[in-house]
C-alpha cells in the first residue's frame, strides 16, 4: 500500500509476556520512528532511524524496549517482560528524510496488557 | 515545564464560525513547525507545516512568531468534519529525528 502499514492493529497478552509490533514504512523513506500514545495523552518519542545509521534510542523507557530496522525497510518494536504500564498505542511514522521533513503515520497498535 | 505546551480545551465553535489557538515550544533552535490532526482513536495527519512568513491551506492559516516562540492555528467557516485534536509539533534543529508533540487542543464544532 502506499501508507505506513503496521501490524497487528490490536494485541492482547498477558503481563509478562514478550510482543513484537511491526512497521513497514513508506516506500522510499529513509527515516523511521516509533512512537507510543497513552490514553488522553500526547504522543512520546521512543526511537528513530536514519538510513544506516546507528538509530537514535534516547526515548525507550526501559531496557525491556528494544527496535531493530532489518535492510532499511521493515521495523520491529519487541517489548519484553510486558508490564501493564506498557498498554499503550504504539504509532509508527516514516519520512523522506530526518531533518524537519513532516512525518506519515501508521494506524497504530493498540496494545493492552493485562 | 513541556517542551511545547497547549491549551488542551475544548474550544466550543458553532458551525461556520472562526477558532484560533496557539502553542508555545521552548525550544528555541526550533526549526521545522506543524500542525497535526488526530480523531479519536485515529493516527495523527500532518494538516499542515508552518513556514516563517505564515501560510494558508484553504480555511486554514498559520502563523509563526520566533521572537515569542510560539505557533497559531486559525480555522475559518469551521465545519463539522474539523472536530479533531489539533496537535503542534515541533523540530529542534539540534535533534533533527526527535520531533516533539505537544498534548493537543481539542476542538468540538457544533450545529
Known amino acids: 500500500g502506499a501508507g505506513v502499514s503496521q501490524s497487528p492493529s490490536n494485541k492482547v497478552t498477558e503481563k509478562g509476556k514478550d510482543v513484537e509490533l511491526r512497521c513497514d514504512p513508506i516506500s522510499g523513506h529513509t527515516a523511521l520512528y516509533w512512537y507510543r500514545q497513552s490514553l488522553g495523552q500526547g504522543l512520546e518519542f521512543l526511537i528513530y532511524?536514519?538510513?544506516?545509521?546507528?538509530?537514535?534510542k534516547s526515548g525507550l523507557p526501559s531496557d525491556r524496549f528494544s527496535a531493530e530496522r532489518t535492510g532499511g525497510s521493515v521495523s520491529t518494536l519487541t517489548i519484553q517482560r510486558t508490564q501493564q504500564e506498557d498498554s499503550a498505542v504504539y504509532l509508527c511514522?516514516?519520512?523522506?528524510?530526518?531533518?524537519?521533513?513532516?512525518?506519515?503515520f501508521g494506524d497504530g497498535t493498540r496494545l493492552s496488557i493485562l | 515545564r513541556k517542551e511545547v505546551e497547549q491549551d488542551p480545551g475544548p474550544f466550543n465553535v458553532p458551525e461556520g464560525a472562526t477558532v484560533a489557538f496557539n502553542c508555545t515550544y521552548s525550544?528555541?533552535?526550533?526549526?521545522?513547525f506543524f500542525w497535526y490532526r488526530q480523531d479519536c482513536r485515529k493516527e495523527p495527519k500532518l494538516l499542515m507545516s508552518v513556514y516563517s512568513s505564515g501560510n494558508e491551506d484553504g480555511r486554514f492559516t498559520a502563523q509563526l512568531n520566533r521572537a515569542s516562540q510560539y505557533i497559531s492555528l486559525l480555522i475559518r467557516d469551521s465545519k463539522l468534519s474539523d472536530s479533531a485534536t489539533y496537535l503542534c509539533?515541533?523540530?529542534?534543529?539540534?535533534?533533527?529525528?526527535?520531533?516533539?508533540f505537544g498534548a493537543g487542543t481539542q476542538v468540538v464544532v457544533t450545529p
Open positions: 525550544n528555541s533552535a526550533s526549526q521545522s
Open positions: 532511524f536514519q538510513g544506516n545509521s546507528a538509530p537514535d
Open positions: 509539533v515541533v523540530s529542534p534543529y539540534d535533534s533533527w529525528g526527535k520531533l516533539q
Open positions: 511514522a516514516s519520512s523522506l528524510a530526518v531533518g524537519g521533513q513532516p512525518q506519515h
